[in-house]
């Protein structure tokens, strides 16, 4: 297993080593790692911890269910008493060192994500809650996976992964530049393969001696701040939109650590540079580059008196200035064979991707993500979704009954002083109502049947707008059924896509599809929405209230349902797939809560079509206004 | 039933917990005239509210400030407080045991200090409403869990800081601020490597309070201090015309400032800013340059949560011709 770790991943490894080291670098975010790397990490983090802060370190682990109550604190019955129980993170204090990790940063409770704002990075961490009071230094370390591949970051608000220090990922370098798989990481699989691979065998994992005693080197002595460190790492966050303070601080850090590890005293550009190629950072320009001088920059370098900065040595120990630690270089063997010798040789393995991901990732998360949601008067006494938490009420409605039991017991000896015979019960007060505090539940849907045969030289999109506008405020799940589009590999079949709202990128990628097919599987499609339909209203902890069906044809289904469902089309067709489509339409205008209407694109062929349609669907119609002819002409 | 305690004292007898002091904060000039100035001109401004990017050492500068001119850290309001604390409630292990100890809550502490708000946009809409109520009264009354009602005076300068991604402060809240800053990432390259160098050395001061750029700092922030004390001595003495409060209040119209606070807020800071910076102890058109964005932008109807142009300052020139 120590085998397997210390080629597991190289700059991973390393970047934990920096967290571990560098108190400013305790909050990592590793994207794309798999579970079990994330708990290799975790216990090397813990290890490492251990050896350079002496602390006692506790893991605590975050998810999708940690109430506030869990994270900061709360009344609990325990051997017949009732006390105070600290929450999760108000102990990470004085001589107890927290690790928290957190698996799956797309699915933190709402609790967790705000505590992480409040705590992460902090200098200071309050607690002002049901008459606890306090202040301290917080001691954490944030150990987080995040899944990147498809977006997901975007489902994570920027303010909360700002505050990740140290971003790095898992090596899915298994292949050089020109397509080959390094042979090294078959020496790796067949390693992984070789030891026993118990859950177990995690916890049994120990510092190799070599780490432990680097780790114990490059704490003893700390790398000083130079002007050329502190250009290198403006230079390669030259881009403004990428540019932050903690983006840079982080990269100093990581640098000092490199140089720390180098047994070296002064921070170098080239412990910059490796610090970046650890986390993916590209270099924008130089403030030393001839090539592409800056005139501010050349400011920069004519007057260095304006940078408040004394030599490095000042306040440190005058013997070791200028000396290099005699510690072991880092050992790091690249097995070269497989790689072109036109490549650059690094010493860390390159994170290939950008580290802060939240710059480009689509938005996939409501406005004021970390705000609690408002409570909406149709939800009132409805319950609703995940619990996040408790509030007072004034009715019995989804009734928290525990915290209601514990408000409660705090008032028994004053209220029992007057009450004969009370001894064995509790009295209560409407002061003492509690009810859960829930996060939102859809309460609407928005279905969309959208037949991409028919939409050339159509505004649809601007039919469509006032729906999609809707589904946003109403955070309406959202289901996309796609009939004709050109990417669809059966083209007698329909495809289906679903999203809990309207900010899922697969939406807009559907919406963003395009026709190339002539089979039109229309019944196929209604069909599949049919299906949707049924199932989202009949099963599981329906919250609907309604579903707004939107269905947007010319109503010239040429397929039947036998031939989608079949997979194959027997000859003649004729008005096979449009009476097949209506019969469909008319099973779901028997659904309740559905209200449907049909945008007609105005087919000059066959118009009254999507009138039939919509009367089958017991729907309202409304015409797609084409493009007049001379705004076409404009365009053109 | 029996009382646990469970929830360790460890907090207590901590060693003083450090900030990077107020004198190597590097830029950030806004931030520091509207802290200064709230000190200056203090409770009657109505307050401060720090929005803007990311990491832009919002919350790190009001401690630092708080640090520097009280010599503790502010009295802070965090995002996970419940009603009992920031109103006042009962010690519950007193309770517990049958025993009557009612704990003053935050507003209380922060009576004539600083009551700090850090992610203010994220407080729980209830605790808002406490808020909003005591700012606009000066007076908390308290009747809950039983307790008899009291009322008392409280009086505070509420500062608040925001990253306004995650949503915008209710209308009423924003009001109750008397300047905001809209706070931008610095940009000078300059600065942002002294920023660099300050922090790296801050983060070796942190094991030694011996180091002679620790000890500098501190020297720094006093000589600080004590020029904010003498202005808030001077605050009284500085003179306004007439002519000088009808500019303040055609500028407040001009760009359409609502209700009737921009006016006054404009007044106040300005007579703060001349007497932090002499001066001659009177109000000119340059005190009132420096101050009229921070009292202004947020009252502005068509401004969303704040925001100051080029254009608004060529607008403001024209006006102090």
């Given at each position: 297993?120590?085998?397997?770790?210390?080629?597991?991943?190289?700059?991973?490894?390393?970047?934990?080593?920096?967290?571990?080291?560098?108190?400013?670098?305790?909050?990592?975010?590793?994207?794309?790692?798999?579970?079990?790397?994330?708990?290799?990490?975790?216990?090397?983090?813990?290890?490492?911890?251990?050896?350079?802060?002496?602390?006692?370190?506790?893991?605590?682990?975050?998810g999708v269910v940690e109430t506030e109550?869990d994270?900061?604190?709360?009344?609990?019955?325990?051997?017949?008493?009732?006390?105070?129980?600290?929450?999760?993170?108000?102990?990470?204090?004085?001589?107890?060192?927290?690790?928290?990790?957190?698996?799956?940063?797309?699915r933190l409770s709402m609790a967790g994500?705000?505590?992480?704002?409040?705590?992460?990075?902090?200098?200071?961490?309050?607690?002002?809650?049901?008459?606890?009071?306090?202040?301290?230094?917080?001691?954490?370390?944030?150990?987080?996976?995040?899944?990147?591949?498809?977006?997901?970051?975007?489902?994570?608000?920027?303010?909360?992964?700002?505050?990740?220090?140290?971003?790095?990922?898992?090596?899915?370098?298994?292949?050089?530049?020109?397509?080959?798989?390094?042979?090294?990481?078959?020496?790796?699989?067949?390693?992984?393969?070789?030891?026993?691979?118990?859950?177990?065998?995690?916890?049994?994992?120990?510092?190799?001696?070599?780490?432990?005693?680097?780790?114990?080197?490059?704490?003893?002595?700390?790398?000083?701040?130079?002007?050329?460190?502190?250009?290198?790492?403006?230079?390669?966050?030259?881009?403004?939109?990428?540019?932050?303070?903690?983006?840079?601080?982080?990269?100093?850090?990581?640098?000092?650590?490199?140089?720390?590890?180098?047994?070296?005293?002064?921070?170098?550009?080239?412990?910059?540079?490796?610090?970046?190629?650890?986390?993916?950072?590209?270099?924008?320009?130089?403030?030393?580059?001839?090539?592409?001088?800056?005139?501010?920059?050349?400011?920069?370098?004519?007057?260095?008196?304006?940078?408040?900065?004394?030599?490095?040595?000042?306040?440190?120990?005058?013997?070791?200035?200028?000396?290099?630690?005699?510690?072991?270089?880092?050992?790091?063997?690249?097995?070269?064979?497989?790689?072109?010798?036109?490549?650059?040789?690094?010493?860390?393995?390159?994170?290939?991707?950008?580290?802060?991901?939240?710059?480009?990732?689509?938005?996939?998360?409501?406005?004021?993500?970390?705000?609690f949601p408002?409570?909406?008067?149709?939800l009132?006494?409805?319950g609703g979704g995940a619990v996040i938490g408790v509030?007072?009420?004034?009715?019995?409605?989804d009734?928290a009954?525990?915290?209601?039991?514990?408000?409660?017991?705090?008032?028994?000896?004053?209220?029992?002083?007057?009450?004969?015979?009370?001894?064995?019960?509790?009295?209560?007060?409407?002061?003492?109502?509690?009810?859960y505090r829930r996060a939102l539940v859809p309460?609407?849907?928005?279905?969309?049947?959208?037949?991409?045969?028919?939409?050339?030289?159509?505004?649809?999109?601007?039919?469509?707008?006032?729906?999609?506008?809707?589904?946003?405020?109403?955070?309406?799940?959202?289901?996309?059924?796609?009939?004709?589009?050109?990417?669809?590999?059966?083209?007698?079949?329909?495809?289906?896509?679903?999203?809990n709202?309207?900010?899922?990128?697969?939406?807009?990628?559907?919406?963003?599809?395009?026709?190339?097919?002539?089979?039109?599987?229309?019944?196929?499609?209604?069909?599949?929405?049919?299906?949707?339909?049924?199932?989202?209203?009949?099963?599981?902890r329906?919250r609907?209230?309604?579903?707004?069906?939107?269905?947007?044809?010319?109503?010239?289904?040429?397929?039947?349902?036998?031939?989608?469902?079949?997979?194959?089309?027997?000859?003649?067709?004729?008005?096979?797939?449009?009476?097949?489509?209506?019969?469909?339409?008319?099973?779901?205008?028997?659904?309740?809560?559905?209200?449907?209407?049909?945008?007609?694109?105005?087919?000059?062929?066959?118009?009254?079509?999507?009138?039939?349609?919509?009367?089958?669907?017991?729907?309202?119609?409304?015409?797609?206004?084409?493009?007049?002819?001379?705004?076409?002409?404009?365009?053109? | 039933?029996?009382?646990?305690?469970?929830?360790?004292?460890?907090?207590?007898?901590?060693?003083?917990?450090?900030?990077?002091?107020?004198?190597?904060?590097?830029?950030?000039?806004?931030?520091?005239?509207?802290?200064?100035?709230?000190?200056?001109?203090?409770?009657?401004?109505?307050?401060?509210?720090?929005?803007?990017?990311?990491?832009?050492?919002?919350?790190?500068?009001?401690?630092?400030?708080?640090?520097?001119?009280?010599?503790?850290?502010?009295?802070?309001?965090?995002?996970?407080?419940?009603?009992?604390?920031?109103?006042?409630?009962?010690?519950?292990?007193?309770?517990?045991?049958?025993?009557?100890?009612?704990?003053?809550?935050?507003?209380?502490?922060?009576?004539?200090?600083?009551?700090?708000?850090?992610?203010?946009?994220?407080?729980?809409?209830?605790?808002?409403?406490?808020?909003?109520?005591?700012?606009?009264?000066?007076?908390?009354?308290?009747?809950?869990?039983?307790?008899?009602?009291?009322?008392?005076?409280?009086?505070?300068?509420?500062?608040?800081?925001?990253?306004?991604?995650?949503?915008?402060?209710?209308?009423?809240?924003?009001?109750?601020?008397?300047?905001?800053?809209?706070?931008?990432?610095?940009?000078?390259?300059?600065?942002?490597?002294?920023?660099?160098?300050?922090?790296?050395?801050?983060?070796?001061?942190?094991?030694?309070?011996?180091?002679?750029?620790?000890?500098?700092?501190?020297?720094?922030?006093?000589?600080?201090?004590?020029?904010?004390?003498?202005?808030?001595?001077?605050?009284?003495?500085?003179?306004?015309?007439?002519?000088?409060?009808?500019?303040?209040?055609?500028?407040?119209?001009?760009?359409?400032?609502?209700?009737?606070?921009?006016?006054?807020?404009?007044?106040?800071?300005?007579?703060?800013?001349?007497?932090?910076?002499?001066?001659?102890?009177?109000?000119?058109?340059?005190?009132?340059?420096?101050?009229?964005?921070?009292?202004?932008?947020?009252?502005?109807?068509?401004?969303?949560?704040?925001?100051?142009?080029?254009?608004?300052?060529?607008?403001?020139?024209?006006?102090?011709?």
């Amino acid at each position: 297993m120590n085998n397997t770790i210390s080629k597991l991943s190289n700059s991973l490894i390393r970047g934990l080593t920096a967290a571990a080291l560098s108190p400013g670098l305790r909050s990592v975010l590793v994207f794309d790692a798999t579970i079990n790397t994330l708990m290799i990490a975790a216990k090397m983090m813990e290890l490492m911890l251990g050896q350079i802060t002496n602390c006692q370190i506790t893991r605590i682990q975050l998810g999708v269910v940690e109430t506030e109550e869990d994270l900061w604190g709360q009344l609990l019955l325990r051997n017949k008493q009732i006390a105070w129980q600290p929450g999760s993170l108000t102990r990470g204090q004085g001589q107890e060192l927290r690790l928290v990790i957190i698996p799956d940063l797309t699915r933190l409770s709402m609790a967790g994500a705000r505590a992480c704002v409040a705590l992460m990075g902090a200098d200071v961490a309050y607690l002002e809650r049901h008459g606890q009071r306090g202040e301290w230094q917080p001691n954490l370390c944030w150990l987080a996976g995040c899944p990147s591949k498809k977006g997901e970051t975007g489902l994570v608000s920027p303010h909360l992964l700002d505050r990740f220090a140290l971003r790095l990922s898992e090596p899915a370098a298994a292949v050089n530049a020109v397509g080959e798989v390094r042979p090294e990481k078959i020496k790796d699989v067949r390693d992984f393969l070789g030891d026993v691979w118990q859950s177990e065998q995690v916890e049994d994992l120990v510092l190799p001696s070599e780490l432990a005693d680097r780790l114990w080197q490059a704490g003893r002595v700390r790398a000083a701040f130079t002007l050329e460190a502190g250009r290198r790492v403006v230079d390669y966050f030259a881009d403004s939109k990428s540019y932050s303070v903690r983006r840079e601080l982080a990269l100093l850090r990581l640098a000092q650590v490199n140089a720390q590890l180098d047994g070296v005293l002064q921070i170098k550009q080239s412990h910059v540079d490796a610090a970046a190629a650890m986390i993916g950072l590209k270099l924008w320009e130089t403030t030393t580059n001839v090539r592409k001088p800056s005139p501010v920059i050349e400011e920069l370098i004519e007057d260095e008196s304006q940078i408040e900065t004394t030599l490095p040595n000042d306040d440190m120990d005058q013997s070791s200035e200028g000396k290099e630690l005699d510690l072991p270089p880092i050992e790091k063997k690249v097995d070269q064979s497989g790689i072109s010798n036109d490549q650059p040789k690094r010493e860390v393995e390159l994170s290939m991707e950008n580290p802060y991901r939240e710059d480009d990732a689509p938005v996939q998360r409501e406005l004021a993500s970390l705000r609690f949601p408002l409570r909406r008067l149709r939800l009132s006494g409805q319950g609703g979704g995940a619990v996040i938490g408790v509030e007072p009420t004034t009715d019995v409605q989804d009734l928290a009954i525990v915290s209601t039991i514990f408000e409660a017991a705090k008032y028994q000896k004053f209220r029992r002083v007057n009450q004969i015979g009370s001894e064995s019960r509790l009295i209560f007060q409407p002061g003492d109502l509690r009810r859960y505090r829930r996060a939102l539940v859809p309460e609407q849907m928005l279905a969309m049947v959208i037949d991409y045969t028919c939409l050339q030289n159509s505004p649809w999109q601007a039919a469509l707008l006032p729906y999609l506008q809707w589904a946003y405020v109403e955070r309406a799940k959202v289901c996309l059924v796609q009939v004709g589009v050109a990417k669809n590999q059966d083209e007698l079949r329909a495809q289906k896509v679903m999203a809990n709202n309207i900010l899922g990128s697969q939406i807009g990628h559907g919406l963003a599809s395009v026709s190339g097919r002539k089979a039109t599987p229309l019944a196929h499609g209604l069909d599949l929405t049919l299906a949707v339909l049924r199932h989202t209203l009949q099963h599981g902890r329906n919250r609907l209230e309604q579903i707004a069906l939107v269905v947007i044809t010319d109503g010239r289904g040429n397929v039947p349902l036998q031939a989608s469902k079949g997979g194959e089309l027997i000859f003649p067709v004729g008005r096979v797939g449009v009476d097949d489509a209506l019969q469909v339409a008319r099973q779901i205008s028997r659904l309740k809560m559905v209200k449907a209407v049909v945008l007609n694109p105005q087919p000059s062929h066959y118009s009254d079509l999507p009138v039939i349609l919509a009367k089958a669907l017991g729907a309202k119609i409304a015409d797609i206004v084409p493009h007049e002819s001379w705004e076409v002409e404009s365009e053109a | 039933m029996a009382v646990e305690n469970a929830f360790a004292s460890g907090h207590q007898n901590q060693p003083k917990i450090k900030i990077l002091p107020y004198s190597r904060m590097v830029g950030q000039q806004q931030i520091k005239l509207a802290l200064e100035i709230a000190f200056i001109a203090p409770q009657r401004l109505g307050g401060v509210l720090i929005s803007g990017q990311r990491g832009t050492g919002k919350s790190t500068a009001v401690r630092a400030f708080s640090q520097m001119v009280y010599d503790q850290l502010p009295v802070t309001l965090p995002i996970n407080a419940t009603e009992d604390r920031v109103v006042g409630g009962w010690n519950i292990e007193a309770l517990l045991q049958g025993e009557d100890d009612w704990q003053s809550g935050l507003l209380t502490a922060a009576d004539g200090k600083l009551l700090y708000i850090d992610e203010v946009n994220l407080l729980d809409d209830h605790i808002v409403n406490i808020i909003l109520d005591v700012t606009s009264t000066g007076v908390l009354v308290v009747q809950r869990e039983g307790r008899d009602q009291t009322t008392e005076k409280v009086s505070f300068t509420l500062v608040g800081t925001m990253n306004p991604e995650e949503g915008g402060l209710r209308p009423q809240l924003l009001d109750r601020f008397g300047l905001m800053v809209n706070v931008k990432a610095e940009s000078d390259i300059t600065q942002r490597v002294t920023i660099l160098n300050n922090v790296l050395r801050f983060d070796e001061a942190l094991g030694d309070e011996q180091s002679k750029w620790w000890k500098d700092s501190l020297v720094k922030n006093q000589a600080q201090m004590k020029k904010l004390q003498v202005a808030q001595q001077n605050f009284s003495q500085v003179e306004i015309s007439d002519a000088m409060i009808r500019l303040c209040i055609e500028v407040a119209e001009e760009f359409k400032a609502q209700g009737n606070r921009g006016d006054y807020v404009l007044v106040m800071a300005a007579k703060a800013y001349a007497a932090l910076h002499g001066n001659g102890l009177s109000v000119d058109n340059g005190c009132l340059k420096a101050v009229a964005p921070l009292a202004l932008q947020h009252r502005r109807p068509d401004s969303g949560q704040g925001g100051w142009t080029d254009e608004d300052n060529q607008a403001l020139d024209q006006l102090l011709q």
